[in-house]
């Protein structure tokens, strides 16, 4: 809020006031009223003598300025409740720190076997688990039962030799008498390394580096190993 001294007789030398200083901050006004007395007090020693201010255009300054004072605390208020709840938040999300979260984000591959969970089509009559390496890349497809039940990848080509360790995501395709009926993203367990909040949203950090949302988290379970 500025105040701005009204114009004084042009034979009158008016020295810079408060009001014509750069304008305090919200949290100067609300921790400093002293200041807002001062701005009145330079405003009506250089005011028109011939213009005085009315009474009431102080009282409705000092109404302004009270509404201010009232913002500020209140936003002052509103900034402590949303940082207690960050608090209680990530207090809750660090439970899961070291947990397998089932998400479609591309999981670590260290040479154990990884849980996937397919979910085929129903009227498929032959299903294919692809899996694709960190850059996108297909680099194993093998034939799956059709069913939902989660079963354990083993990191193996189709010559029985491991795959290299590093970051892998899943697909199912759907077939039905020789055509594909979809290909949908499957759900996997990675390990969490770390919990955060970033734009507002819960952030999940797995091992590897990949990142998920919790709200895109479909399932915790306590580590195997």
């Given at each position: 809020m500025?105040?701005?001294?009204?114009?004084p007789?042009?034979n009158?030398?008016?020295?810079?006031?408060?009001?014509?200083?750069?304008?305090?901050?919200?949290?100067?006004?609300?921790?400093?009223?002293?200041?807002?007395l001062?701005?009145?007090?330079?405003?009506?020693?250089?005011?028109?003598p011939l213009?005085?201010?009315?009474?009431?255009?102080?009282?409705?300054?000092?109404?302004?300025?009270?509404m201010v004072?009232?913002?500020?605390?209140?936003?002052?208020?509103?900034?402590?409740?949303?940082?207690?709840?960050?608090?209680?938040?990530?207090?809750?999300?660090?439970?899961?720190?070291?947990?397998?979260?089932r998400?479609?984000?591309?999981?670590?591959?260290?040479?154990?076997?990884?849980?996937?969970?397919p979910?085929?089509a129903?009227?498929?009559?032959?299903?294919?688990?692809?899996?694709?390496?960190?850059d996108g890349?297909?680099v194993l497809r093998?034939s799956?039962?059709?069913?939902?039940?989660?079963?354990e990848?083993?990191?193996?080509?189709?010559?029985?030799?491991p795959?290299?360790?590093?970051?892998?995501s899943f697909g199912?395709?759907?077939?039905?008498?020789?055509?594909?009926?979809?290909?949908?993203?499957?759900e996997?367990?990675?390990?969490?390394?770390?919990?955060?909040?970033?734009?507002?949203?819960?952030?999940?950090?797995?091992?590897?580096g990949?990142?998920?949302?919790?709200?895109?988290?479909?399932?915790l379970r306590?580590?195997r190993?």
């Amino acid at each position: 809020m500025n105040i701005s001294p009204t114009t004084p007789p042009t034979n009158q030398t008016v020295p810079p006031t408060p009001a014509a200083a750069e304008a305090p901050s919200n949290s100067v006004l609300s921790s400093d009223f002293e200041t807002f007395l001062q701005m009145l007090t330079a405003q009506a020693r250089y005011q028109d003598p011939l213009e005085p201010i009315d009474s009431s255009e102080y009282a409705a300054q000092l109404a302004q300025f009270s509404m201010v004072e009232q913002q500020v605390m209140s936003n002052d208020l509103l900034t402590a409740l949303m940082t207690q709840l960050g608090a209680s938040n990530m207090g809750q999300m660090a439970g899961v720190i070291g947990m397998e979260a089932r998400t479609t984000s591309p999981v670590q591959f260290d040479g154990a076997p990884i849980t996937v969970a397919p979910n085929p089509a129903a009227v498929a009559d032959q299903v294919f688990l692809v899996t694709y390496d960190g850059d996108g890349e297909e680099v194993l497809r093998q034939s799956i039962p059709v069913s939902a039940e989660p079963l354990e990848w083993d990191g193996r080509d189709v010559n029985g030799t491991p795959l290299p360790a590093g970051i892998y995501s899943f697909g199912v395709e759907s077939h039905a008498e020789g055509e594909l009926l979809m290909l949908e993203p499957a759900e996997a367990y990675g390990r969490v390394t770390e919990a955060r909040t970033q734009g507002g949203q819960s952030i999940l950090m797995l091992e590897g580096g990949s990142m998920v949302l919790t709200s895109d988290v479909n399932g915790l379970r306590e580590p195997r190993d």
